[in-house]
């Protein structure tokens, strides 16, 4: 199993480092515009190896020769927000890199499974679609595994339990359109809304839409990286693994929920060779017709993008 993950940044180098301790790659490759960075990451990652006790090998490299045959690819690379950014601010400077990564990765790796992380979401991962030619099931994006965590770490604190007690799911795009889906959530068997009145569910709901830039703001410089990163992981794990597991995640749509020809937060079966099915829950109609909502949201932004010259 080759994993490539393109761009050694804060979210690329854990991403990477949580493959390659996870054991499930014989190798994991990492590319980068800045010279010696990933090299330098990745020798550091395989001298962790006799003490960590994985047999992975780490490459870092700043071309594409070395990811030729990936079955599996995650992109990070990108330009994170500052403060006081939305996601959409970045929209056009890293549409660039995506069509970049594109060109780059996938002619020698052809039959690769693609996740996208590279903000804004929805419309980073349409467009490598459509830069690769890859069939749809084949290029997805991490958004839902990480706002899922988010809303079941809050619904946690909130109520002082484990978080693993919490079983939670957040659909529509990751960012001002996301749907966290109260009528989904699980806290120890019961339903959340038995646990928990409504204006604080609306609070915890809030502060999930609002979790990335809560983070941005503390930083001051880059975004969230240790969380972004397991929710990437899992997925290459159940990918890699052929897990059949259900997440959610960013995936094209064609009329599940109403909705059609386009990339959306939705709960998806993950294995072998991608999306292998979208899964549709009984939700409320004010939780449809929001992920409606969404759906033409980005939409819009994917016309807008389409526009943008090379
Ligand atoms: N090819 C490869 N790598 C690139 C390219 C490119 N064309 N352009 C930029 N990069 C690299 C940068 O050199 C940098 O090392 O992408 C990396 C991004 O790393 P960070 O600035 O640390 O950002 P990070 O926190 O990793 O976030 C990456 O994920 O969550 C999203 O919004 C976030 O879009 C951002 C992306």
């Keep these: 199993m080759k994993v490539t993950v393109v761009g050694a940044g804060k979210y690329g180098s854990t991403t990477v480092q949580r493959i ?21 990451l990745a020798l550091d990652m395989m001298q962790s190896r006799p003490i960590e006790g994985f047999e992975t090998r780490v490459v870092g490299t700043n071309t594409y020769a070395e990811t030729a045959g990936s079955d599996i690819c995650v992109v990070t690379a990108g330009l994170p927000r500052k403060p006081g950014m939305s996601r959409m601010d970045l929209l056009e400077v890293n549409a660039k890199i995506i069509k970049d990564v594109a060109k780059n990765f996938c002619p020698a790796s052809p039959d690769a499974v693609v996740i996208v992380v590279t903000n804004p979401l929805d419309e980073m991962t349409h467009l490598f679609r459509d830069a690769s030619g890859f069939p749809h099931q084949r290029v997805m994006g991490q958004a839902g595994m990480l706002d899922t965590a988010r809303f079941e770490h809050f619904v946690a604190e909130e109520l002082g339990i484990s978080p693993l007690q919490v079983e939670a799911i957040t659909l529509g ?11 989904q959530v699980k806290v120890a068997g019961k339903p959340l809304t038995e646990v928990a009145d409504d204006a604080t569910i609306e609070q915890l709901v809030q502060r999930t839409r609002d979790g990335g830039a809560e983070i941005v703001a503390l930083l001051k410089t880059g975004s969230a990286y240790y969380a972004p990163s397991s929710a990437a992981a899992a997925m290459v794990e159940a990918v ?10 960013c ?15 939705v709960p998806a079966k993950l294995g072998a060779g991608g999306v292998k099915e979208i899964v549709e829950l009984p939700l409320t109609d004010a939780e449809v017709s929001a992920l409606r909502g969404a759906g033409n949201a980005v939409r819009e932004k994917c016309a807008d993008l389409s526009k943008l010259g090379d």
């Design 251 to 265: 995936a094209w749509l064609t009329g599940q929920y109403g909705i059609d020809g386009v990339y959306l937060g």
């Design 20 to 40: 390659a301790e996870s054991g499930l790659a014989d190798e994991v490759v990492m590319t980068d515009i800045v010279e010696g960075l990933p090299q330098g």
């Design 240 to 249: 890699a693994g052929d897990k059949d597991e259900v997440m959610p995640v």
């Design 173 to 183: 795009s990751h960012g001002e359109t996301m749907v966290p889906v109260p009528s």
